[in-house]
Each structure stands twice: as C-alpha cells, then as structure tokens.
C-alpha cells in the first residue's frame, strides 16, 4: 500500500466528496441505483485537500515510473487536477473535450499538439471507464500514446479494468474504495447495518439495484 492512499481517503471524506446513502440510494447517469457517490468537483473549493490529492498525484507518477510528455484531463471533472498537476510537474496540460466543439476548429482537444507524445490521461473518477476510453480514442486519432490514466479513486467495477486493459491502458488510482470504507467506518459515518448495505452493493452492484428498485 502507498503512503498517500490513506491520506487521500481521509481528505475525499473531509470535504465530503465520497458520501454515504444506504437508506436513500442514488441513481447513477448510467441508471445504476447506489448508496453511495463520489463529488471530487468539490476539492478545488478546499486548498488543503486538494493539495493532498495533487501531491499524491505526483508522488504516483514518481512511484510507477510514468513516463509523459504531456498530462490531459477529461472535461469536465479531470480538468482542474491535470492541470494542476502539470503545474505541480511543470508539463504541459491540455483538456479533451467529451465531444467536438460545433464552432471554429471543432477540435476535442484544446491546448496544445500531442501527435508523437506521452500522454498521461488524468480523470476524477472512474466509473465505468467510457469516458477515459472516449478520450483515449481522441488522443490516438490525434497520434499520441496513451498507456496511463490515473484516476483520484474508481469504484473498483470489474467492467472498467478490463475494458481498459483491453485497450493497453493501466488505470492507477490515488486510494481505494475500501481504505475510504474503512476510514468511514472508523469515523462512524455509518452504522454496522448500513455497512452491511453498502457492502452488498460493491459486491454486486447491477444486483443490488435490482433488489433495492432499479428496473
């Protein structure tokens, strides 16, 4: 286990960016029902934890020896931490938008030329992996290579993983959804029943929602 997964843990439940909903699930853009949900748009309007995060950012491109050229974020989450951390690496950073601008160059990718470089993807969350595959797709066209995305967390879908790995990517994540259940458990931020549910939802999520009202 890295050093910073913990701190990072610690400052995603600060802000309040990963909440806890066992008896009021929410639904996912996808449909999926949950009770739980990740907000990291909320780290930029808290210095101290973002730093956390970025720093962390930086000590895993360190870590795993991740070789770039240039870092991109996916619009719109992925933006501010890309460019921060390219800031932190003093990189360029560019952003990829989720699809062509209908006006002037009708570009996805704004900031800067990648044909022929590294480009470490940077996104705030990872759900089920389709808009990093999206943009990974954009850069290529573009003729970058793409090998890397990091992520602050992901909810651990087994979908995601092999979907990227079946694109030739490694994701990297900056903590993991049980260091944030746990950090969460020990703050008392839900009780034993309530862990229960949420556990049963990691477990297999289609199913729990299913079982708990989802179509």
């Known amino acids: 286990m890295s050093a910073y997964q913990r701190p990072v843990a610690q400052?995603?439940?600060?802000?309040?960016?990963?909440?806890?909903?066992?008896?009021?699930?929410?639904?996912?853009?996808?449909?999926?029902?949950?009770?739980?949900?990740?907000?990291?748009?909320r780290l930029p309007y808290h210095p101290a934890q973002w730093r956390i995060v970025i720093e962390a950012a930086r000590a895993l491109v360190t870590e795993q020896g991740l070789a770039l050229d240039v870092i991109a974020g996916v619009a719109t989450g992925g933006i501010p931490h890309s460019a921060a951390l390219g800031y932190l690496l003093q990189q360029p950073s560019i952003f990829i938008r989720k699809e062509a601008k209908e006006y002037?160059?009708?570009?996805?990718?704004?900031?800067?030329?990648?044909?022929?470089?590294?480009?470490?993807?940077?996104?705030?969350?990872?759900?089920?992996g389709g808009s990093s595959l999206s943009a990974i797709a954009a850069l290529r066209e573009a003729g970058a290579l793409v090998?890397?995305?990091?992520?602050?967390?992901?909810?651990?879908?087994?979908?995601?993983?092999?979907?990227?790995?079946?694109?030739?990517?490694?994701?990297?994540?900056?903590?993991?959804?049980?260091?944030?259940?746990?950090?969460?458990?020990?703050?008392?931020?839900?009780t034993p029943a309530e862990a229960a549910i949420i556990h049963e939802w990691f477990a297999d999520p289609p199913a729990w929602g299913r079982k708990h009202g989802t179509p």
């Open 147 to 190: 090998t890397d995305v990091l992520a602050i967390i992901s909810y651990g879908f087994a979908e995601a993983g092999q979907a990227l790995a079946a694109a030739g990517v490694r994701l990297h994540t900056l903590t993991q959804f049980d260091m944030v259940l746990a950090e969460a458990q020990a703050q008392g931020r839900f």
């Open 11 to 41: 400052a995603l439940l600060h802000i309040n960016a990963v909440g806890f909903s066992p008896q009021q699930p929410i639904t996912f853009k996808s449909g999926l029902l949950a009770p739980v949900y990740v907000d990291n748009r």
């Open 104 to 128: 002037g160059a009708q570009q996805r990718i704004e900031g800067g030329e990648v044909a022929g470089r590294r480009v470490l993807l940077v996104e705030d969350m990872i759900t089920t």
